[in-house]
């Protein structure tokens, strides 16, 4: 065996040198170079903000032509309303017919906590309670006037002599439990004579 002098024996065989040169060779080219995944990421980015961009000015045409049409609606005159009947208020419903003291009786359930107009012969007056009552052949109903708008109403309901029938209009309720003998009462907003 002889040996040369002058070079010394490398590490590594030479080619494993030679596959590390070529592979760093590589590296620094691929560093160089743009991605090609990056590039498709990217493009893929900018079109699918460019379809939000589209669909947000397809939004934006369609509010501005909603706008535009409010814009004519209001332009127009409106339409000219029908006359109102000069004794008929707008707010308020047909007058129901007035029901008698029995049909209210008769028909309790029905009636709790409706506005109702009765009509029928009054009773005793309590003036204390600021009440009175309406008979009828299957008991009575009590009234309580004391809220009525008008003072001498409720001043004439409790001390004049009630001999014809009135009509009351007001919201049916249960009486309390005080052995009044009436079966409903009656919170009067008008006493008709």
């Not at 620094?28 to 900018?46: D, F, M, V, W, Y």
């Not at 045409?61 to 127009?76: H, S």
């Not at 029901?99 to 409706?114: M, N, P, Q």
């Not at 809220?147 to 209009?169: E, F, G, I, R």
């Amino acid at each position: 065996m002889q040996r040369v002098i002058g070079f010394p024996h490398p590490l590594f065989p030479i080619g494993v040198c030679r596959f590390i040169v070529v592979l760093t060779a590589l590296a620094s080219l691929s560093a160089c170079a743009p991605s090609n995944q990056g590039e498709e990421k990217l493009r893929q980015e900018i079109q699918a903000l460019k379809a939000q961009l589209t669909a947000m000015q397809e939004k934006l045409n369609q509010v501005q032509t909603g706008q535009q049409a409010i814009l004519d609606l209001l332009k127009q005159p409106a339409p000219a309303a029908a006359p109102l009947a000069p004794l008929a208020a707008p707010s308020q419903p047909p007058a129901p017919e007035a029901l008698t003291v029995a049909e209210l009786l008769a028909s309790k359930d029905r009636y709790l906590g409706a506005r109702v107009k009765v009509k029928g012969m009054p009773g005793p007056v309590m003036v204390h309670h600021k009440s009175l009552m309406l008979k009828g052949p299957q008991g009575m109903v009590e009234v309580l006037f004391g809220n009525l708008p008008d003072p001498k109403l409720v001043q004439s309901l409790s001390s004049a002599a009630l001999d014809k029938p009135l009509t009351v209009s007001g919201v049916v309720t249960l009486p309390p439990a005080r052995g009044g003998g009436a079966q409903l009462q009656i919170n009067a907003e008008a006493v008709e004579f």
